[in-house]
């Protein structure tokens, strides 16, 4: 399991990212209003809520996709603000797993996984390749390592995404609704490389719909609606009594079938 | 109740036997005449038309070939036949070629083609489509210029006053291309940029050029560039029709690859920003690559253009091909065989352009077809 730890510093008991009062507007839509959320090391948040609710865009504030007006976001003691130097050393720390995936299609696996340790962190080729054997290994594709991403089905690439964004050990990993473009006979083979990541002790904050996920691997269950938190629980609390009616319309709309 | 119950909706599912392929034509003959002998109308015109072409063919071939004059010691023998004069040809083609290259040299302009035809032929291969390419490019364009301009290496100094021809043709498409394109791509990556000073220069540079056509833009360069210079410093003329071909070429190749730069998936973007690449890298590993190939056949389209353009600057007083043709004309004894030395220079372009054309056609399937990524 080692492959998949983060790097493992003396951390303290300071959340890794922070959140607080974030609000962002798109013109006169209000997105966010009013977040609070702590993740510790090694935890892992689940973000849950219906379309449109700003789950996506919660997240992609964390490493500055999008950009919050109000509020402050912490990661691992920097601040998210404009300063280009500071998000590129966040995003450096910080993976992401898209929904659309977003391999860089002109490139090799290899050539994917290795471009951000060796552009970015300054690691020597070969040693980023050997580390990226390892993991693709770990995830069950040591044989596509030179096949160029539209070769693969959409769970391997999805595992190659997994694996790109863990290639510069970083302190937290985003994922964007990881599964919800994929057929379903490839959900679960990319489930069960979160899982093992999740308990290799990453701290993991996951947009998904796959309850099941949450149910097995969270920490927290957050609930988003409109922009707001509305509720935030452990996972047997949050499925077994979920306090609000929002809530419960929505556990009944998505767990029922 | 009605015991008629309403047929059970099923799903219809049948299989046909396999059907031959419709609309195999049995031959060239049977097409023929369902297309050109159908009726009475399009076989009396099918015949008129063959006719007439036949005609117009024939006394093409005896103009062209079986009344041409191939070889004559002066014009006298050619004013005698009725078929064309290619004895021009072998008497002015060194005129035609090098312009006013001083005769004892033009060994350098021989070379400076040949350099840039293998240069082009070379950049035509994907498989060295690296930076290197680019470097090659520079290095050939130093070549070039040391051979034209002399004055090193013990060869005797022959200004820009003296270029002419096919080297002044294919140089000036060469810096074109090579400085331009590296600016299209500058001033498209500018036009997208968050910085609204180096928006807005882009956008003006890229508008107002595109708002001029060719003519104005070299005789604006070479009225307005001399204002911009320290007096006594002169500029020749080769160097201004120059910077208006390439900034030109740079304006519209521009739009193109911008059309490039925003067909690239923004989750590609995305992908390259999350993982904390700086803009440059992002640009040149993930984006540029990607938006490039997209655009190669428009790109393409756009040099050949830029090659037929230099026609242009014989309005200058340089001596393009065309220019240097108008030159050889004015010899009274050979002046009423112009159109046999316009029609050895539209075989020359032609050459050219249609080699480009047929490249980048080939292309266009290459990368269609090998999009299996």
């Keep these: ?257 | 109740m009605n015991d008629r119950s309403p047929p059970r909706s099923r799903a219809l599912v049948s299989t046909l036997p396999e059907s031959p392929a419709p609309g195999s034509s049995d031959g060239v003959l049977a097409g023929l005449r369902a297309n050109l002998f159908n009726n009475v109308h399009n076989s009396v015109l099918t015949v008129v038309i063959l006719a007439v072409s036949l005609y117009a063919a024939w006394h093409a071939l005896q103009w062209v070939v079986i009344d041409a004059v191939w070889y004559a010691p002066d014009a006298k023998a050619c004013k005698l036949a009725t078929g064309a004069c290619w004895a021009i040809i072998g008497e002015k083609y060194r005129l035609i070629l090098f312009g006013t290259f001083p005769y004892q040299e033009q060994w350098r302009c021989v070379i400076v083609v040949a350099l840039i035809i293998g240069m082009a032929i070379a950049s035509g291969v994907r498989r060295f489509w690296t930076r290197w390419l680019f470097y090659a490019w520079l290095a050939t364009v130093a070549l070039v210029l040391c051979l034209m301009l002399g004055g090193v290496f013990g060869l005797k100094p022959t200004g820009t006053y003296l270029w002419g021809g096919l080297p002044l043709t294919l140089i000036m498409s060469a810096v074109t291309v090579v400085l331009g394109l590296p600016g299209a791509i500058l001033l498209a990556l500018g036009r997208r940029s968050r910085l609204p000073i180096i928006k807005a220069l882009c956008v003006g540079v890229i508008e107002i050029t595109r708002g001029l056509p060719l003519l104005v833009v070299l005789f604006i360069a070479a009225v307005m560039l001399p204002l911009f210079l320290p007096p006594g410093l002169s500029i020749s003329k080769f160097v201004c029709a120059q910077v208006a071909m390439v900034v030109f070429f740079a304006a519209y190749a521009a739009e193109i690859v911008r059309g490039g730069l925003q067909a690239v998936h923004r989750g590609q973007y995305e992908a390259a920003e999350a993982m904390g690449l700086s803009y440059a890298q992002r640009m040149h590993h993930i984006v540029l690559p990607q938006a490039l190939r997209i655009v190669i056949p428009a790109l393409v389209n756009d040099i050949v253009r830029a090659f037929k353009n230099t026609t242009f600057v014989s309005i200058l007083g340089l001596f393009d091909i065309l220019g240097a043709t108008n030159v050889a004309l004015q010899d009274p004894l050979w002046v009423q065989f112009a159109p046999e030395a316009y029609l050895f220079v539209f075989v020359l372009y032609f050459v050219f352009c249609f080699s480009m054309s047929r490249y980048s056609h080939k292309l266009e399937q290459e990368l269609s077809k090998g999009r299996n990524y």
């Design chain 1, 1 to 257: 399991m080692t492959a998949l730890h983060p790097s493992s510093e003396p951390g303290g008991d300071e959340p890794v990212v922070r959140l607080s009062g974030v609000n962002k507007w798109y013109d006169s839509y209000h997105a966010l209003r009013d977040i609070n959320m702590d993740v510790g090391r090694a935890e892992r948040v689940v973000i849950c809520g219906p379309s449109g609710s700003g789950k996506s865009t919660l997240i992609r504030c964390i490493n500055r996709l999008e950009q919050h007006q109000e509020g402050s976001i912490v990661v691992d003691g920097i601040d998210v603000c404009d300063d280009v130097k500071k998000i590129e050393q966040i995003r450096r720390d910080v993976g992401m797993v898209f929904q659309s995936i977003n391999l860089f299609s002109h490139m090799t696996v290899m050539e994917n996984l290795t471009i951000g340790p060796v552009c970015v962190n300054k690691t020597p080729r070969a040693q980023a390749e050997t580390y990226a054997h390892t993991l693709l290994d770990r995830v069950g594709l040591a044989d596509h390592a030179y096949k160029y991403p539209g070769q693969l089905s959409g769970g391997q690439q999805q595992r190659v995404g997994i694996v790109r964004a863990l290639m510069s050990r970083p302190k937290v990993l985003l994922f964007d609704e990881p599964t919800s473009a994929l057929d379903p006979e490839m959900i679960n083979e990319v489930l069960r490389v979160m899982v093992e990541v999740a308990e290799a002790g990453m701290t993991m904050i996951v947009v998904t719909h796959e309850m099941g996920f949450a149910r097995k691997v969270a920490d927290l269950v957050v609930f988003m609606d409109a922009g707001r938190i509305i509720e935030a629980a452990p996972p047997e609390e949050f499925f077994e009594n979920p306090q609000n009616d929002r809530t419960k319309l929505f556990l009944s709309q998505v767990v029922s079938h």
